[in-house]
């Protein structure tokens, strides 16, 4: 049984920082692409970042590049996301998500979600 378990969520003021974890299970984890998304109410899930757990680049939705920060512990199965320098706007559920396919298959229609972690930022 796969299972993507975030955590980290909570409250920030703007400006301020906030890490989400993702523990994955139930996968071989080396060679899937590993993502963030985020939903706010009322609007559609976006992506925000991604990697491949065999290496490589970072990849990042412009709206958080040069504010967050994707890694990864292979040791612990987990995959981070290091959020700086916060906006109200950053406000949303953040979903972890995987698939073996691509980072354009993450992107659009990953295979496998966690259940979400909510974080709020006031001004």
């Known amino acids: 049984q796969v299972q993507l378990v975030e955590s980290g969520g909570g409250s920030a003021q703007a400006g301020g920082s906030l890490r989400l974890s993702c523990v994955v299970s139930?996968?071989?984890?080396?060679?899937?692409?590993m993502g963030w998304f985020r939903q706010a109410p009322g609007t559609r899930r976006d992506w925000v970042a991604g990697?491949?757990?065999?290496?490589?680049?970072?990849h990042y939705a412009d709206s958080v590049k040069g504010r967050f920060t994707i890694s990864q512990d292979n040791a612990k199965n987990t995959v981070y996301l290091q959020m700086n320098r916060l906006k109200p706007e950053d406000t949303a559920m953040y979903y972890c998500?995987?698939?073996?396919?691509?980072?354009?298959?993450?992107?659009?229609?990953?295979?496998?979600w966690g259940q979400g972690t909510q974080v709020t930022v006031s001004s």
């Open positions: 998500a995987a698939t073996s396919h691509s980072l354009w298959r993450l992107q659009s229609s990953p295979t496998y």
């Open positions: 990697l491949y757990t065999d290496g490589g680049p970072t």
């Open positions: 139930g996968l071989m984890y080396r060679g899937e692409w």
